[in-house]
């Protein structure tokens, strides 16, 4: 069992910047990948950006370049935003995965608006 906590959302202009964390409980050393996930109102889950480990990253192509996913420790990943546009406004939930199992937290929104 893992269990998953977002911290860092809110509301920044348009090419601002914020930091999202996510801390882990439970199990956390058999967390294989942890992930940033978000879903815009009317719209899908989607997956933001990914860790592996500590070093194997991927992006979605609409935030590479602009985000960066990094994992300290065994039991805290970040999603640092950089330059936000109002179209990355969205929950943004945190995601773990062990063989067999996946876990989410329970969101935190990002709004991006003048």
């Known amino acids: 069992q893992v269990q998953l906590v977002e911290s860092g959302g809110g509301l920044v202009q348009p090419g601002g910047s914020l930091r999202l964390s996510c801390a882990a409980s439970g199990s956390i050393f058999s967390i294989v990948a942890m992930a940033w996930y978000r879903q815009a109102p009317g719209k899908q889950r989607e997956l933001v950006a990914r860790?592996?480990?500590?070093?194997?990253t991927y992006y979605a192509d609409s935030v590479r370049g602009r985000f960066t996913i990094s994992r300290v420790n065994a039991d805290t990943v970040y999603l640092q935003m950089n330059s936000l546009k109002p179209e990355d406004t969205a929950v943004y939930y945190c995601?773990?995965?062990?063989?067999?199992?996946?876990?989410w937290g329970q969101g935190t929104q990002v709004t991006v608006s003048s």
């Open positions: 995601y773990a995965h062990i063989i067999m199992s996946d876990y």
């Open positions: 860790i592996i480990n500590s070093d194997s």
